[in-house]
């Protein structure tokens, strides 16, 4: 049954399998569903305090406003406490304020502009308590969701001691708006015998499920959950979407009438949670030719007032710190901050970003120091490229059998000619004048499964219809990554079937139980497994059903290109819905489930050690930038990218997630700057502030290629996930950045540069605000 | 006058709206009334494109005499499409029909991931594609999208899309029929639209002539003035301002023509698009064409008015300091009176002008400069020795440079965080002329005069410029906000006028260090 895989539907770009709906608008999001006759739309009422107590909440003029049908408040709600893991966060506040923008009432009126006019009309009395709202301060005062962890290896601070150079610095790097284009949105119909329908822009169908009946009092089996597509989530619509159901979920059941919940932009933007900020410092001791020997990092995080998904966050964080070096004495702690801000969560890359950030940063000043090309220092330091003969092993105890970063290094830095560029970036910069250049080779290796062992699991649905159709549900969420048109490959291979003869349902908790979030780029990894499993039981029977027609081996029945072939006593020669129809007339079941649980993976929560990723997903991008010393604006100049896709699904797919998650690295590094008010307030909390890259910041010169490989873990078709690692190949944008900077401020001295590097910040990393002197300004 | 409707053409028919209210955006019409979903919401403030609708509009100089522009939906009021056609994503392709080229182009390059931005995109590239018949450059096609986010792709599909429907079979759309019925409706009489209680009672009117727009401001003095709405949007839709009378000045020719005068200088008139009127000023000052490309993505240029900025006076406008180096005027209109008041005079304060109750502006003078904008036509011989003496040019002539430069966190569709503009006037190696002007820097936009008296009758030679840098220190005290600090803007004030100097002296041949080089990101290229 393992038919050759040329000549079939995997590994062919087809395009995204709503392509068609997309570009003609006929695409359905959740705002676009016809509503239910008397659906209610409801808007927010938000704190404008960052902490203290909600003392008087009078809402007699919003409940009397035009249109209200509906108010619910806090006090309203009989289990107000909720979250991902920790249940720690009240749906609408009761008392306790903890961020400015938190949830304090929700109105339920005819329309939406009615809504919105009552919400204006609440009288709210507030007594205000002192907030901590950088991620400094929390750290000062020790303020935690999560207690401090440690991961360590060797000694550390005695190599640090005797290294014959040492280095330390500090390094701010500021959180990210997910930005999804379609904003947070829940649909909920009160449906006969106390249950309740929810359509539901989310990566986590289930968990809005356990999270409404458990905000309803209801059991599981009371409510369903549904979503065919999502307009982009990253991360954000993962425990993020809950509070947002839970709150039309219980207007639904109070007043009886379907209920829509729509948040407005900029309401969407201060009352979500974001990419988390961190404040990292670092010691590096290493040898004359750059190599690491003992490395301390503190990671302080900030968690914003709740755990949310803080704690597998950071524990990713930690455990990529590493990213592609053999760290051989190093002791990395992680501090998990509570501050009176939004909670912060799962954004594409779920703290590896920000924990790779640093070692690469760390090694850039490695090579400034000792004058070295940091492609040099960075191979030197590379985890071994065969396992089983030392520099092998993770900080937290894997091994590292697949390493193909020094592969990916050597072809890379031929293709993008980085050697003589970097000697061209030179000469530009010794030529003086306002710009400067720089260039940097950096790598990715990020590890793939969630951390958490259990959620490594999915279950999918196979129906095939007697007249050879085929629909597939699984428990994964399509948030356009293209992830049903993997699927659709996956199962339209197995049954040998052209693409169009396989379907994707929505995902419906009714349909698929139990399901873990679609996020940690394992989505095609577990369910397209799981759809496997479940289409090759149907193909066992209908094989059996082909071998019996023509008296052949069943394992000899080919299914390709919609036919059945057999040789047996007779040839049997049939089209795929012929057989379908003989064998529903058989009497065999022809629809079935499948199951996956990744193997091989553990990990101790406690000691942070194991195998929590079943294997690495890799990358490497050069780019090249220029400064403007006068402004600190930056422009991205050429970006070259090898990437490791395992043996790629779709070839299209995966270099649409590579350029996509390389842009959006690249804004979260550069133009994308988070700003809160001194009162706590988000001051970016729109489009017109907060500024995600747009057309124009995307250079021409961007060449994306696929490493071609298969996986070594046995893996659907042997590809490899790719959802967030390429977010990190723009990490190579921000070294560049520094690079150029370096080659503008004098001596050796260390720089620092915030993330993301604004123009301001780049300013102030060239040495302060004071630079007017126009000789300065002119000469090299 | 009596009540009337809004009535344009959609889906190829003509449509009369009444029943909505005063401020009821084209958005929430497709959405929410007809439940047309292609055409999505992004943001509900201009800014994310994904509401991206296309307008069809009479025009003698279009083609087909029909022109079409992109614009916000969510901005942009249904009454401001009186006499107007409104194209959608639906429109581009019956559901049984083959897709529209740029769709077409959009699937096959992979352009779309979840989708949700792809009809705005698909919008505006329909917009470039009617205005196009030639294939567009990549940096067309990136300033073509500078309104269009898109989280997912990163872009380059969509681009390499833009670039493929040129190659496909052309279908263009068929003007003469809009334009027939646009015609039909050309002689409607002006807008009263009064919309019915059970919606807010608002009212827009939309007066036909000069005089009429006079006397409805006379008559309503406290009315709200509209034109393009890329601002008054914004208060009704995330400040939930109550606007009960809106006053329209789309339908006035002479605020909507650009003239030049016989020694000329340039009118344009207060409803003049960005578009328009940036195209008008960049004939007339090439150098202004970097800003006018930064100033903002088309969607709020085909839609913003250059009067709207100006008459908001917002600290940040970009328009403001170019057309403060450039000495504009504006003429005010007050019932049949009107008055000339120099641009440099006309703010009184944060977002406080002369402007009058009932006073409206009525168009914006930009005389011309001296001498042509583009490089001097000779540099005189003596310049050689001028240079290697380290002194400044010793022009025979009148040199006259303008330049206008806007730093921001993003290179498009962002808000400044400093704007400056300069226009330095030489002869014979001294400032016989300068201007210095400013956004971001005050509370309103400015002119340095200290730094400009600094210039003025010096030769233009480092020592002049340090001294300058350190008038504009004293005079200008920005603040500090998200967009930067105000450290960081006094500093970039100061480096600005740094990078004028630098251009000039390349202009004139002078510092030999820095002949030739790059001064600008937008001038380099990544290494061979
Ligand atoms: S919805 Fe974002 S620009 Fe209109
Ligand atoms: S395809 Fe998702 S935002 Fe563009």
């Given at each position: 049954m393992n038919a050759p895989v040329t000549a079939s539907v995997i590994g062919v770009a087809s395009a995204h399998e709503s392509a068609e709906l997309h570009v003609s608008g006929r695409a359905t999001y959740i705002d676009d569903l016809p509503e239910p006759h008397g659906t209610l739309q409801v808007a927010l009422g938000l704190s404008s305090i960052a902490h203290g107590h909600l003392r008087v909440l009078d809402l007699s003029a919003v409940r009397a406003a035009p249109g209200v049908v509906a108010v619910l408040t806090g006090a309203d709600i009989a289990h107000n406490r909720s979250g991902?893991?920790?249940?720690?966060?009240?749906?609408?506040?009761?008392?306790?304020?903890?961020?400015?923008?938190?949830?304090?009432f929700a109105v339920a009126a005819l329309t939406r502009a009615q809504a919105r006019a009552a919400v204006r009309l609440a009288r709210v009395e507030v007594e205000t308590l002192p907030a901590i709202l950088s991620v400094a301060e929390a750290r000062a005062a020790q303020h935690f969701v999560l207690p401090p962890v440690t991961l360590a290896r060797g000694a550390a601070e005695a190599a640090l001691q005797s290294a014959p150079h040492r280095l330390s610095g500090q390094l701010a790097q500021g959180g990210q708006e997910h930005f999804y284009l379609e904003g947070q949105v829940c649909l909920a119909q009160p449906r006969e015998q106390d249950t309740l329908h929810l359509w539901c822009s989310t990566q986590h169908p289930t968990e809005m499920q356990h999270l409404v009946g458990h905000v309803l009092g209801w059991s599981a089996h009371q409510v369903s959950v549904e979503c065919r597509r999502m307009g982009g989530a990253f991360g954000g619509k993962e425990s993020q979407s809950a509070q947002w159901a839970c709150i039309a979920a219980l207007l639904a059941v109070r007043t009886g009438r379907p209920v829509k919940l729509r948040l407005d932009r900029d309401d969407d933007m201060r009352a979500t949670g974001k990419r988390h900020p961190f404040l990292s410092q670092w010691q590096v001791g290493f040898d004359d030719h750059g190599q690491i020997l003992g490395l301390q990092v503190e990671l302080a995080s900030d968690c914003g007032f709740s755990a949310d998904l803080s704690g597998p966050v950071n524990d990713r964080a930690l455990c990529h710190v590493d990213n592609a070096y053999f760290l051989d004495a190093v002791q990395i702690r992680s501090l998990r901050c509570k501050t009176h801000t939004v909670s912060h969560t799962a954004f594409r890359g779920f703290g590896g970003p920000q924990g790779m950030l640093v070692i690469e940063t760390v090694l850039d000043d490695i090579a400034r120091h000792l004058q070295l090309d940091p492609f040099d220092v960075r191979c030197r330091n590379f985890y071994a490229e065969t396992a089983g003969a030392g520099r092998d092993t993770t900080p937290y105890g894997m091994t590292v059998e697949d390493n193909l970063a020094p592969a990916l290094f050597a072809q890379l830095v031929q293709d993008a000619n980085y050697r003589a560029r970097r000697a061209a970036v030179a000469a530009f910069n010794q030529g003086g004048g306002p710009l400067r250049k720089g260039i940097a080779l950096t790598p990715v290796k990020f590890g793939i499964s969630f951390n958490a062992t259990h959620y490594n699991q999915a279950g999918a649905l196979v129906h095939v219809y007697a007249d050879g159709t085929v629909l597939v549900s699984h428990g994964g969420t399509e948030m356009g990554q293209g992830l049903y048109t993997k699927i659709r490959q996956v199962v339209a291979h197995e049954f040998g079937l052209p693409l169009d003869k396989v379907r994707l349902s929505a995902t419906d908790t009714t349909r698929v139980p139990n399901t873990s979030a679609t996020a940690a780029s394992s989505g095609t990894d577990l369910n397209g497994k799981a759809a496997q499993a479940a289409a090759r039981k149907i193909l066992q029977r209908l094989a059996q059903v082909a071998a019996g027609l023509c008296g052949a081996d069943p394992a000899a029945v080919r299914f390709e290109g919609g036919r059945v072939r057999a040789q047996g006593t007779q040839t049997l020669d049939s089209g795929f819905a012929e057989l379908t129809a003989q064998a529903y007339r058989a009497r065999v079941q022809l629809w079935d489930s499948g199951f996956y649980a990744t193997p091989k993976i553990h990990f101790d929560p406690v000691t942070k050690t194991g195998r929590p990723f079943f294997y690495f997903a890799y990358g490497a991008a050069c780019t090249e930038v220029a400064i403007d010393t006068l402004t600190g604006e930056t422009r991205v100049l050429r970006v070259d990218i090898l990437h490791d896709a395992g043996r790629s699904l779709n070839p299209a797919i995966d270099i649409g997630q590579i350029e996509g998650g390389f842009v959006q690295g690249m804004g979260w590094l550069t133009s994308e700057q988070l700003c809160w008010r001194a009162d706590g307030a988000l001051a970016t909390h729109a489009p017109s502030t907060y500024k995600i890259p747009t057309a124009t910041d995307v250079p021409q010169a961007f060449h994306v290629q696929l490493y071609a490989h298969d996986n070594r873990e046995d893996t659907i078709h042997r590809s490899k996930a790719v959802g967030e690692p390429p977010f990190m190949l723009a990490l190579s944008v921000f070294s560049a950045i520094r690079a150029a900077v370096a080659a503008a401020v004098p001596g050796l001295q260390p720089i620092a540069l915030d993330a993301p590097a604004t123009p301001e910040a780049v300013v102030r990393a060239l040495g302060g605000l004071e630079r007017t002197d126009p000789d300065a300004v002119g000469r090299p | 006058m009596s009540a009337t409707p809004i009535r344009f053409v959609f889906r190829g028919a003509l449509h009369q709206v009444s029943d909505v209210a005063s401020t009821t955006t084209v958005l929430e019409w497709l959405r929410l009334q007809v439940r047309a979903m292609g055409t999505k919401e992004g943001?509900?403030?201009?800014?994310?494109?994904?509401?991206t609708v296309v307008i069809g509009e009479l025009d003698v100089d279009a083609p087909g005499g029909v022109s079409l522009r992109a614009i916000n939906a969510c901005i942009h009021l249904l009454a401001m499409l009186d006499g107007k056609a409104l194209f959608t994503v639906e429109d581009l392709a019956a559901a049984d029909a083959p897709l529209h080229p740029v769709q077409q182009a959009m699937v096959d390059c992979h352009g779309a991931q979840c989708g949700f931005c792809t009809p705005g995109f698909v919008m505006s590239l329909y917009s470039l594609y009617e205005n196009r018949q030639q294939p567009p450059d990549h940096g067309e096609i990136c300033h073509a999208l500078a309104g269009n986010l898109c989280r997912?792709?990163?872009y380059k599909p969509i681009i390499a899309a833009a670039l493929l429907a040129w190659q496909q079979p052309s279908q263009r759309l068929d003007r003469s029929g809009v334009h027939a019925q646009l015609q039909a409706i050309?002689?409607?009489?002006d807008l009263d639209y009064q919309a019915p209680a059970n919606v807010g009672a608002g009212r827009v009117q939309a007066p036909a002539t000069l005089a009429g727009l006079a006397q409805a401001l006379d008559a309503a003095p406290k009315a709200c003035i509209l034109a393009g709405a890329t601002d008054i949007g914004l208060w009704i839709n995330k400040q939930g301002r109550h606007l009960p009378h809106l006053i329209h000045l789309d339908r006035v020719p002479e605020l909507q023509a650009i003239t030049q005068s016989a020694d000329g200088a340039l009118q344009i008139g207060a409803a003049v698009t960005h578009t328009r009127a940036w195209a008008a000023l960049v004939a007339q000052v090439p150098a202004l064409a970097d800003l006018a490309r930064r100033f903002a993505a088309p969607t709020v240029c085909n839609a913003g008015t250059l009067g709207g900025n100006v008459a908001n006076g917002s600290p940040i406008g970009d328009a403001m300091p170019a057309l403060l180096a450039l000495d504009a005027t504006l003429l005010l209109q007050q019932g049949a009176g009107t008055r000339e008041v120099a641009l440099a005079d006309f703010y009184l304060g944060y977002q406080r002008s002369v402007l009058q109750p009932g006073e409206f502006l009525r168009s914006i003078h930009v005389p011309a400069l001296p001498t042509s904008m583009s490089m001097p036509t000779s540099i005189p011989s003596a310049a050689g020795a001028a240079q290697s003496a380290g002194l400044p040019v010793q022009a025979a002539g009148l040199h006259v440079q303008v330049a206008s430069y806007k730093v921001s966190k993003r290179a498009d569709q962002d808000i400044t965080a400093v704007c400056a503009a300069f226009r330095i006037e030489l002869q014979e190696g001294r400032i016989v002329q300068a201007r210095v002007a400013f956004g971001g820097m005050a509370a309103t936009p400015v002119r340095a005069r200290q730094c400009e008296a600094v210039l003025g009758g010096a030769a233009f030679t480092a020592d002049t410029l340090r001294a300058a840098q350190q008038a504009l220190h004293a005079e200008l005290t920005p603040m500090s906000d998200l967009r930067a600090s105000a450290a960081y803007r006094q500093q970039v004030a100061a480096n600005l006028l740094a990078r004028f100097w630098l251009e000039v002296q390349q202009t004139l041949g002078g510092a030999p260090d820095n002949d030739g080089r790059a001064v600008r990101l937008d001038q380099v290229e990544a290494s061979a």
């Amino acid at each position: 049954m393992n038919a050759p895989v040329t000549a079939s539907v995997i590994g062919v770009a087809s395009a995204h399998e709503s392509a068609e709906l997309h570009v003609s608008g006929r695409a359905t999001y959740i705002d676009d569903l016809p509503e239910p006759h008397g659906t209610l739309q409801v808007a927010l009422g938000l704190s404008s305090i960052a902490h203290g107590h909600l003392r008087v909440l009078d809402l007699s003029a919003v409940r009397a406003a035009p249109g209200v049908v509906a108010v619910l408040t806090g006090a309203d709600i009989a289990h107000n406490r909720s979250g991902a893991i920790i249940a720690d966060e009240p749906i609408l506040v009761d008392d306790l304020i903890q961020f400015h923008g938190q949830p304090l009432f929700a109105v339920a009126a005819l329309t939406r502009a009615q809504a919105r006019a009552a919400v204006r009309l609440a009288r709210v009395e507030v007594e205000t308590l002192p907030a901590i709202l950088s991620v400094a301060e929390a750290r000062a005062a020790q303020h935690f969701v999560l207690p401090p962890v440690t991961l360590a290896r060797g000694a550390a601070e005695a190599a640090l001691q005797s290294a014959p150079h040492r280095l330390s610095g500090q390094l701010a790097q500021g959180g990210q708006e997910h930005f999804y284009l379609e904003g947070q949105v829940c649909l909920a119909q009160p449906r006969e015998q106390d249950t309740l329908h929810l359509w539901c822009s989310t990566q986590h169908p289930t968990e809005m499920q356990h999270l409404v009946g458990h905000v309803l009092g209801w059991s599981a089996h009371q409510v369903s959950v549904e979503c065919r597509r999502m307009g982009g989530a990253f991360g954000g619509k993962e425990s993020q979407s809950a509070q947002w159901a839970c709150i039309a979920a219980l207007l639904a059941v109070r007043t009886g009438r379907p209920v829509k919940l729509r948040l407005d932009r900029d309401d969407d933007m201060r009352a979500t949670g974001k990419r988390h900020p961190f404040l990292s410092q670092w010691q590096v001791g290493f040898d004359d030719h750059g190599q690491i020997l003992g490395l301390q990092v503190e990671l302080a995080s900030d968690c914003g007032f709740s755990a949310d998904l803080s704690g597998p966050v950071n524990d990713r964080a930690l455990c990529h710190v590493d990213n592609a070096y053999f760290l051989d004495a190093v002791q990395i702690r992680s501090l998990r901050c509570k501050t009176h801000t939004v909670s912060h969560t799962a954004f594409r890359g779920f703290g590896g970003p920000q924990g790779m950030l640093v070692i690469e940063t760390v090694l850039d000043d490695i090579a400034r120091h000792l004058q070295l090309d940091p492609f040099d220092v960075r191979c030197r330091n590379f985890y071994a490229e065969t396992a089983g003969a030392g520099r092998d092993t993770t900080p937290y105890g894997m091994t590292v059998e697949d390493n193909l970063a020094p592969a990916l290094f050597a072809q890379l830095v031929q293709d993008a000619n980085y050697r003589a560029r970097r000697a061209a970036v030179a000469a530009f910069n010794q030529g003086g004048g306002p710009l400067r250049k720089g260039i940097a080779l950096t790598p990715v290796k990020f590890g793939i499964s969630f951390n958490a062992t259990h959620y490594n699991q999915a279950g999918a649905l196979v129906h095939v219809y007697a007249d050879g159709t085929v629909l597939v549900s699984h428990g994964g969420t399509e948030m356009g990554q293209g992830l049903y048109t993997k699927i659709r490959q996956v199962v339209a291979h197995e049954f040998g079937l052209p693409l169009d003869k396989v379907r994707l349902s929505a995902t419906d908790t009714t349909r698929v139980p139990n399901t873990s979030a679609t996020a940690a780029s394992s989505g095609t990894d577990l369910n397209g497994k799981a759809a496997q499993a479940a289409a090759r039981k149907i193909l066992q029977r209908l094989a059996q059903v082909a071998a019996g027609l023509c008296g052949a081996d069943p394992a000899a029945v080919r299914f390709e290109g919609g036919r059945v072939r057999a040789q047996g006593t007779q040839t049997l020669d049939s089209g795929f819905a012929e057989l379908t129809a003989q064998a529903y007339r058989a009497r065999v079941q022809l629809w079935d489930s499948g199951f996956y649980a990744t193997p091989k993976i553990h990990f101790d929560p406690v000691t942070k050690t194991g195998r929590p990723f079943f294997y690495f997903a890799y990358g490497a991008a050069c780019t090249e930038v220029a400064i403007d010393t006068l402004t600190g604006e930056t422009r991205v100049l050429r970006v070259d990218i090898l990437h490791d896709a395992g043996r790629s699904l779709n070839p299209a797919i995966d270099i649409g997630q590579i350029e996509g998650g390389f842009v959006q690295g690249m804004g979260w590094l550069t133009s994308e700057q988070l700003c809160w008010r001194a009162d706590g307030a988000l001051a970016t909390h729109a489009p017109s502030t907060y500024k995600i890259p747009t057309a124009t910041d995307v250079p021409q010169a961007f060449h994306v290629q696929l490493y071609a490989h298969d996986n070594r873990e046995d893996t659907i078709h042997r590809s490899k996930a790719v959802g967030e690692p390429p977010f990190m190949l723009a990490l190579s944008v921000f070294s560049a950045i520094r690079a150029a900077v370096a080659a503008a401020v004098p001596g050796l001295q260390p720089i620092a540069l915030d993330a993301p590097a604004t123009p301001e910040a780049v300013v102030r990393a060239l040495g302060g605000l004071e630079r007017t002197d126009p000789d300065a300004v002119g000469r090299p | 006058m009596s009540a009337t409707p809004i009535r344009f053409v959609f889906r190829g028919a003509l449509h009369q709206v009444s029943d909505v209210a005063s401020t009821t955006t084209v958005l929430e019409w497709l959405r929410l009334q007809v439940r047309a979903m292609g055409t999505k919401e992004g943001c509900n403030e201009g800014d994310c494109g994904a509401c991206t609708v296309v307008i069809g509009e009479l025009d003698v100089d279009a083609p087909g005499g029909v022109s079409l522009r992109a614009i916000n939906a969510c901005i942009h009021l249904l009454a401001m499409l009186d006499g107007k056609a409104l194209f959608t994503v639906e429109d581009l392709a019956a559901a049984d029909a083959p897709l529209h080229p740029v769709q077409q182009a959009m699937v096959d390059c992979h352009g779309a991931q979840c989708g949700f931005c792809t009809p705005g995109f698909v919008m505006s590239l329909y917009s470039l594609y009617e205005n196009r018949q030639q294939p567009p450059d990549h940096g067309e096609i990136c300033h073509a999208l500078a309104g269009n986010l898109c989280r997912c792709t990163g872009y380059k599909p969509i681009i390499a899309a833009a670039l493929l429907a040129w190659q496909q079979p052309s279908q263009r759309l068929d003007r003469s029929g809009v334009h027939a019925q646009l015609q039909a409706i050309a002689q409607r009489p002006d807008l009263d639209y009064q919309a019915p209680a059970n919606v807010g009672a608002g009212r827009v009117q939309a007066p036909a002539t000069l005089a009429g727009l006079a006397q409805a401001l006379d008559a309503a003095p406290k009315a709200c003035i509209l034109a393009g709405a890329t601002d008054i949007g914004l208060w009704i839709n995330k400040q939930g301002r109550h606007l009960p009378h809106l006053i329209h000045l789309d339908r006035v020719p002479e605020l909507q023509a650009i003239t030049q005068s016989a020694d000329g200088a340039l009118q344009i008139g207060a409803a003049v698009t960005h578009t328009r009127a940036w195209a008008a000023l960049v004939a007339q000052v090439p150098a202004l064409a970097d800003l006018a490309r930064r100033f903002a993505a088309p969607t709020v240029c085909n839609a913003g008015t250059l009067g709207g900025n100006v008459a908001n006076g917002s600290p940040i406008g970009d328009a403001m300091p170019a057309l403060l180096a450039l000495d504009a005027t504006l003429l005010l209109q007050q019932g049949a009176g009107t008055r000339e008041v120099a641009l440099a005079d006309f703010y009184l304060g944060y977002q406080r002008s002369v402007l009058q109750p009932g006073e409206f502006l009525r168009s914006i003078h930009v005389p011309a400069l001296p001498t042509s904008m583009s490089m001097p036509t000779s540099i005189p011989s003596a310049a050689g020795a001028a240079q290697s003496a380290g002194l400044p040019v010793q022009a025979a002539g009148l040199h006259v440079q303008v330049a206008s430069y806007k730093v921001s966190k993003r290179a498009d569709q962002d808000i400044t965080a400093v704007c400056a503009a300069f226009r330095i006037e030489l002869q014979e190696g001294r400032i016989v002329q300068a201007r210095v002007a400013f956004g971001g820097m005050a509370a309103t936009p400015v002119r340095a005069r200290q730094c400009e008296a600094v210039l003025g009758g010096a030769a233009f030679t480092a020592d002049t410029l340090r001294a300058a840098q350190q008038a504009l220190h004293a005079e200008l005290t920005p603040m500090s906000d998200l967009r930067a600090s105000a450290a960081y803007r006094q500093q970039v004030a100061a480096n600005l006028l740094a990078r004028f100097w630098l251009e000039v002296q390349q202009t004139l041949g002078g510092a030999p260090d820095n002949d030739g080089r790059a001064v600008r990101l937008d001038q380099v290229e990544a290494s061979a």
